[in-house]
């Protein structure tokens, strides 16, 4: 797990004086960052709700930040569904991913599901996402969860990398998606 942040790898972050730079290492990240309840840390919804709508406000009509600081007031709690999580180092967020009842009005049957997940920019291609998915799976595990769902317009690849299967491809807000799942027992984890 956090392979990639566990890699002694340097990476370049400006300093305060801003002219000059200062050297963390991906290790450090990892033993700085921490994935936690979003009802913990309430702070971060500001920042979390204008980082998602900036991402995703073209599938909901009508979305606003507004709304999606409602949301996740709303899907905050501690373990139970639906429930939110965050990455983060002290002040700094990272990013976020929830387990919710459901995700896809034209699926209610299936139920629950991983939704939500987001790495900030500048923090991607470090492991977060992939941290941040198994959080949730552990979470799905730990409530009795046999098997979770989630779909995705751009990202399969990243989730079949993390032992998610197909379950279908469909059109769903007028985009093709791949509808994915994941049995929840110890022997399919990756
Ligand atoms: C998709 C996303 C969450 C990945 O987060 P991340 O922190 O960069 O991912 P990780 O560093 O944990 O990557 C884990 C693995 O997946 C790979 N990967 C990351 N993003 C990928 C993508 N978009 N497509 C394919 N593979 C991807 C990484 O290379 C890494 O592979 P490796 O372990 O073999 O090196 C992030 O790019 C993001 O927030 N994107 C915008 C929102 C989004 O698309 N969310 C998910 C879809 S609904």
């Known amino acids: 797990m956090l392979h990639k942040i566990f890699r002694e790898e340097t ?92 995700d896809m009005e034209i699926r209610p049957e299936l139920t629950p599901w991983l939704a939500g997940v987001f790495v900030a920019p500048q923090n991607r291609r470090r492991g977060i996402g992939a941290a ?15 098997r979770l769902f989630l779909y995705t317009p751009t990202a399969a690849q990243f989730y079949s990398g993390l032992g998610w299967s197909l379950f279908e491809r469909t059109n769903y807000r007028e985009m093709d998606v791949t509808v994915m799942s994941h049995d929840l027992n110890p022997s399919t984890d990756k």
């Open 11 to 102: 990476i370049r972050k400006p300093s305060f004086s801003g002219a000059s730079f200062c050297a963390i290492t991906l290790r450090d990240l990892a033993r700085a960052m921490q994935i936690d309840y979003l009802a913990n840390h309430l702070h971060f919804i500001p920042t979390l709700a204008l980082w998602t709508y900036q991402e995703w406000h073209h599938l909901r009509p009508g979305d606003s930040v507004e709304r999606r600081i409602e949301r996740l007031h709303d899907e905050s709690s501690g373990s139970r569904i639906p429930t939110v999580f965050v990455a983060f180092n002290g002040p700094e967020l990272f990013g976020s991913a929830k387990l919710v009842a459901n």
């Open 132 to 146: 941040l998915v198994r959080r949730v799976m552990g979470e799905a595990r730990t409530l009795g969860v046999a």
